[in-house]
């Protein structure tokens, strides 16, 4: 058992928060109506419903509402948050709503959705909530039966006590237990306690997405509400110059048309205010299809701006000055602006032992060079945000990651306190970092501020897709020293990208070879960029892997055990002391991996590559095995092994890492944005491939190394490495290694 | 703008929009049947899938002019509560991840299923490769394709 004060979020413990009882955004119908029952029953609602917490209400007849903090774009914490509430407080699953919070910290603790870190943020904060409430409903049944609160056990929703015989549901207790004071202190249970962490529950909103209720921010209604789009320079290095909307304001439904400038000048952006194009016309009316018409219509003129800088602040208020440099950027010029990076010495930033002289001596040198191309986030649900300015305080409903991000600048952009922003947060229709960046929200709230009403401010598919925050361009070049004893005895990485570096100089293979080099370089660019689902690794991890399949099979290694091998060395006797891995755990995912696609048998028929990775706190080991048919390559199968510490909610984790390997096979095969003279040059579906239902791996054996650490993520580490196992696969199936994403790109595959 | 008489989902509704407005956008901004998503608007991502007589089609790209009196079928009126073979399977197997698709591939499956109630692995790639998933939930997608076959 874990005794822990409670200290630690106690302020979201007050029990009489508005949020609790549904007050404070207790208007807007629309959220209510994001009340999820359980699959299983159709529950009979409660009369009465008593607060124990802003998590947590309980209604007469024992049915239980949580509030479920974090936003949710599909990795499932609306159910696996309210699993951990529930564990402690040793609820009956089958009576447990789900809600979703508004934005609002001071109840629910930072609500934040990115780095992999949802669970292993809410780990602890969310089991004590539960575990709180339990205690009190305890206090409630020893103060009703007059016994000692140590006598009294729960289970499933019921309070017992065991000498006289005493039990009642915790519907019957609610009205004393909310009344009682918050504990000091709690009991956590330990992990062979638990009966519902560790078992698979379905998706809690799974009906209301299979019968199509509205839950995404573009489904968001108010009455008398205005539909807005706006239009965006054409290309990156160009802004605003004059518009002119006399025409398009006499289109049927269009009620008016308005320069947005979204920053007050000289305001010092935050690290995610990212936005290559502060200044757009908004074009504003009736309907969806009037507005896009009008879009059509709009006579707008752009310019080139000239190089300017930009204040930033950074997380601990430290501010940082960066240059936007002038200029329409054209890929065939991003190319040989990377060649020539590429080709010149980098910045060191690790250096072990005498990687030079080792390399010198070199009886062979390996020197292989990886790339990859700006990716889209492509979203299925396009950018949009709900905004309803009224006077001095303006209403959200946004599809969005980290709210909290986003709230300064809405203060100042639109002069008002930040206690007078109101934010629901809706499902997301995906995020993968896009939705971080959340300067769509300002638009939306400053175009309602100006027209004056309530509007919704949608981006259309191109809008969505030419807008920026890319994953940026990258490359890598790597080099191996092999002794005439043929042994690995340096290893160099020098990587780059526009406009930032993917390297990780601390990562694996860092720590297991004595003579060891990272370089790091960059070029600037006007092209914005974003996080994108496990940022940087999502490069890094396939070209290393990679890289290491030619180099153990220089060395007529089995290419598992190279990695294993390197690994041991790593954990026994490592180089370096800022090495960023376990190498123990490391190793476990490639052990088990091994294990569960048999590795070890006879697989000569079988096409197959490995790769691993450990990226946001979890480890990810694949081995992929491809067919080529007709030419093109055929995911046969991928077996994937993970070890992300306890698993919260088994099959939600394993959707997880299923959905990982399809967008990376997808990624890897096929995704690219490219641009000339600073236009994207991709702008819809027809040209910007995405992964295909025939072209997603035919079977996915995902595994996970059981122990007792506590839970890390899942949302971005199965992603890097499936980039890796493809192309070792490939090169088995056809002889070709990939070194340049996507590997499909004007290549014939041979077969 | 025109008048249009449309049977939706079993009902009639009259409405009053300009004539090239696409069914997507006269489900959901005029009948607020938002279960009906926004994708691509050009037939790419089958997020707007809808049935027109029984036939899946892509209501991003079909004028309201063009729908006469053929029965429009969305999401909101598959079933009564959710109970369409397809969604029971879409439950079972806990298809969705952020959820956005999914309406659009259940609408496509459940007319492909019509039409051949006991499909192969190719043929559900076939028929299923018009609708994308960002968040890569094909496999269990196929899966449950092959559920509601049994179940239908």
Known sequence: ?751 | MAIFNLKINGKKHQIDVDNSTPLLWVLRDHLGLVGTKYGCGIAQCGACTVHLNNKAIRSCIVPISSIGDQSVVTIEGLSEDGNHPVQKAWLEHDVAQCGYCQTGQIMNASAFLKENPNPNDEEIEGAMNGNICRCGTYTRIKSAIKTAAENS
Not at chain 1, 214 to 229: N, V
Not at chain 1, 400 to 406: D, K, V
Not at chain 1, 554 to 578: M, S, W
Not at chain 1, 668 to 689: I, L, S, W
């Open chain 1, 1 to 751: 058992m874990t005794l822990l004060k409670t200290q630690y979020g106690r302020r979201s413990f007050l029990k009489t928060t508005a949020v609790a009882g549904g007050g404070m955004m207790l208007g807007f119908s629309w959220l209510t109506g994001c009340q999820t029952r359980p699959i299983k029953e159709v529950m009979e609602m409660p009369k009465e419903w008593f607060e124990i917490n802003s998590y947590l209400k309980i209604g007469e007849n024992g049915v239980a509402t949580i509030i479920s903090p974090n936003p949710e774009f599909g990795q499932n914490v609306r159910t696996s948050m309210p699993m951990l509430i529930a564990e402690e407080l040793d609820l009956d699953w089958e009576k447990v709503l789900v809600e979703q919070a508004p934005y609002h910290p001071s109840n629910f603790g930072m609500q934040f959705t990115g780095g992999s870190r949802g669970i292993m943020s809410r780990w602890e904060p969310l089991r004590m909530v539960g575990a709180s409430a339990r205690q009190m409903l305890m206090a409630a049944a020893a103060q009703t039966w007059n016994v000692s609160i140590q006598e009294i056990t729960t289970e499933k929703g019921i309070l017992y006590h065991e000498s006289t015989g005493l039990s009642a549901e915790y519907g019957e207790m609610a009205s004393i237990a909310a009344e009682m004071p918050v504990p000091e202190e709690v009991v956590l249970k330990d992990v062979n306690e638990f009966n519902l962490i560790g078992t698979s529950q379905k998706n809690v909103d799974g009906p209301k997405i299979v019968t199509g209720q509205p839950m995404f921010g573009l489904d968001y209604k108010k009455e008398g509400m205005k539909i807005a789009m706006i239009e965006h320079p054409p290309a990156f290095g160009m802004t605003l110059k004059s518009f002119d909307a006399s025409e398009v304001k006499k289109m049927p439904g269009i009620k008016d048309v308005v320069l947005i400038k979204s920053y007050k000048d000289g305001f010092e952006k935050g690290g995610f205010d990212t936005n290559a194009f502060p200044e757009v016309v908004a074009i504003v009316g009736n309907s969806t299809w009037e507005v896009m018409q009008a879009k059509n219509k709009l006579k707008v003129e752009w310019k080139q701006f000239d190089t300017y800088s930009e204040i930033t602040k950074g997380f601990r208020g430290n501010t940082s000055s960066k240059t936007v440099p002038s200029g329409l950027e054209s890929t065939t010029e991003h190319k040989l602006q990377i060649d020539l990076l590429a080709s010149k010495p980098g910045r060191i930033v690790r250096k072990d032992g005498n990687p030079e002289a080792n390399f010198k001596s070199a009886s062979k040198i390996i020197e292989r060079s990886y790339s990859a191309p700006f990716l889209a986030h492509n979203c299925m649900e396009p950018i949009n945000s709900f905004a309803h300015f009224n006077g001095d305080n303006v209403h959200l409903a946004t599809p969005l990651q980290i709210p909290a991000f986003i709230i300064p600048t809405l203060a100042a952009s639109l002069e008002i306190p930040e206690e007078n922003i109101h934010m629901d947060i809706t499902r997301m229709g995906g995020g993968f970092g896009r939705k971080a960046y959340a300067s769509y929200v300002v638009e939306a709230a400053l175009i309602s501020k100006k027209v004056n009403e309530p509007i919704k401010l949608i981006y259309s598919r191109e809008d969505d897709m030419t807008n920026g925050i890319y994953r940026p361009m990258y490359q890598a070049t790597y080099r191996a020293a092999i002794n005439d004893k043929n042994e690995l005895i340096a290893f160099h990485v020098k990587a780059g990208g526009i406009p930032e570096s993917p390297l990780f100089a601390n990562r694996f293979p860092a720590g297991a070879i004595d003579n060891y080099l990272a370089e790091d370089w960059s070029i600037n660019s006007n092209i914005s960029i974003g996080a994108f689902r496990a940022p940087r690794s999502n490069f890094m991890a396939g070209a290393e892997q990679s890289f290491l399949d030619e180099v153990a099979e220089e060395l007529g290694k089995d290419p598992i055990q190279f990695r294993l091998d390197l690994l041991k060395k790593a954990e026994e006797n490592p180089v370096g002391k800022r090495n960023d891995y376990d190498a123990k755990r490391y190793a476990g995912v490639l052990d088990l991996v091994r294990e569960k696609s048999n590795w070890n048998e006879d697989n000569s028929n079988l096409k197959r590559g490995v790769s691993a990775y450990f990226c946001h706190s979890t480890y990810a080991a694949h081995v992929l095995d491809v067919e080529i048919e007709n030419g093109n390559p055929v995911v046969q199968k991928v077996s994937c092994a993970i070890d992300c510490g306890i698993v919260v909610n088994p099959d939600a984790a394993k959707n997880m890492a299923e959905g990982a390997i399809i967008d990376g096979i997808g990624n890897a095969m096929f995704g690219e944005m490219t641009f000339k003279n600073g236009t994207p040059e991709k702008n819809n579906f027809h040209d910007y491939r995405m992964i295909r239902m025939s072209e997603a791996p035919k079977e996915i054996d995902v595994h996970f190394v059981k122990n007792e650490i506590n839970p890390t993520g899942m949302g971005e580490p199965p992603f890097p490495p499936i980039f890796g196992a493809l192309a070792n696969a490939m090169y088995k199936a056809n002889g070709e290694r990939y070194y340049e994403q996507p590997f499909l790109k004007n290549r014939e595959i041979k077969g």
